[in-house]
């Protein structure tokens, strides 16, 4: 069995910082990529950001500049360090995985973080 757990999200101000984590358990051989998500209210599921094992990352344009990734892959967590946050950030936070317990691969979610920005 393989869980991602997430913590950070929470409430505050437009312009403040929040850093999410999210933490991999189980039978892990390996992690592949790594991501962040997003899902607002009444919109689909975006891509925010991806980190790949050996760390090259790719970021939404919409996040370009505020917003970093990174892992530990020796804790299998990966974080999203969200700087000058906005209102239209306030959204549930998934992280996502491609993790290999065997040598076939499967992607696993998170059960998500609420990020609110008040304005």
């Known amino acids: 069995q393989v869980q991602l757990v997430e913590s950070g999200g929470g409430l505050v101000q437009a312009g403040g910082s929040l850093r999410l984590s999210c933490a991999a358990s189980?039978?892990?051989?390996?992690?592949?990529?790594m991501a962040w998500y997003r899902q607002a209210p009444g919109k689909q599921r975006d891509l925010v950001a991806t980190i790949t094992s050996d760390g090259s990352t790719n970021i939404a344009d919409s996040v370009k500049g505020r917003f970093t990734i990174s892992r530990d892959n020796a804790k299998n967590t990966v974080y999203l360090q969200m700087n000058s946050l906005k209102p239209e950030d306030t959204a549930v936070y998934y992280c996502?995985?491609?993790?290999?317990?065997?040598?076939?691969?499967?992607?696993?979610w998170g059960q998500g973080t609420q990020v609110t920005v008040s304005s």
């Open positions: 189980g039978r892990i051989f390996s992690i592949d990529v």
């Open positions: 996502k995985a491609t993790i290999r317990s065997t040598s076939i691969p499967y992607n696993y």
